[in-house]
């Protein structure tokens, strides 16, 4: 089922590399669905399935903040902020969490916090583009 949001891969569309780019618009929900104050607790099966979209999310969005920083300065502070959330996310996704619906929970918001944390990256690096 398509949607107005859904993105048409096409000669615009495309990137440099012929790849989509990343639809940061629904990266966010993702990581909102558990990170909103009035967000409700996910169900034990729903819960490994949003830790998987936004692993995902991580997985793709990661080489995009690393391709970003390459083009500013070593020195640069937003560079580093940019390569510290990388290191971050990759821990987060390295982790291995307790057993339980809880530990899940907490996990899972580790994500997500890394999912915001790589979108906004990707659109301070691209001045907003992302």
Same mark, same amino acid.
């Given at each position: ?38 967000? $409700? #607790?996910? /169900?034990?099966? *729903? ?7 936004? @692993? ?5 969005? =990661?080489? $995009? #903040?690393? /391709?970003?920083? *390459? ?7 937003? @560079? ?5 959330? =990388?290191? $971050? ?42």
């Amino acid at each position: 089922m398509a949607t107005g949001r859904a993105r048409i891969a096409t000669e615009e569309t495309l990137a440099g590399n012929g790849e989509l780019p990343l639809d940061v618009g629904t990266m966010r929900t993702s990581a909102r669905r558990l990170l909103a104050e009035d967000a $409700e #607790v996910p /169900a034990f099966e *729903e819960l490994e399935t949003l830790i998987l979209q936004l @692993r995902g999310h991580i997985m793709v969005a =990661i080489p $995009e #903040v690393e /391709a970003a920083t *390459e083009k500013l300065p070593v020195e640069d502070v937003p @560079r580093a902020c940019a390569i510290t959330c =990388i290191r $971050e996310a990759r821990m987060r996704m390295a982790y291995q969490p307790g057993h339980g619906l809880p530990a899940g929970i907490a996990h899972a918001q580790q994500l997500a916090r890394s999912v915001n944390a790589l979108c906004d990256h990707l659109e301070n690096l691209s001045g907003g583009h992302a």
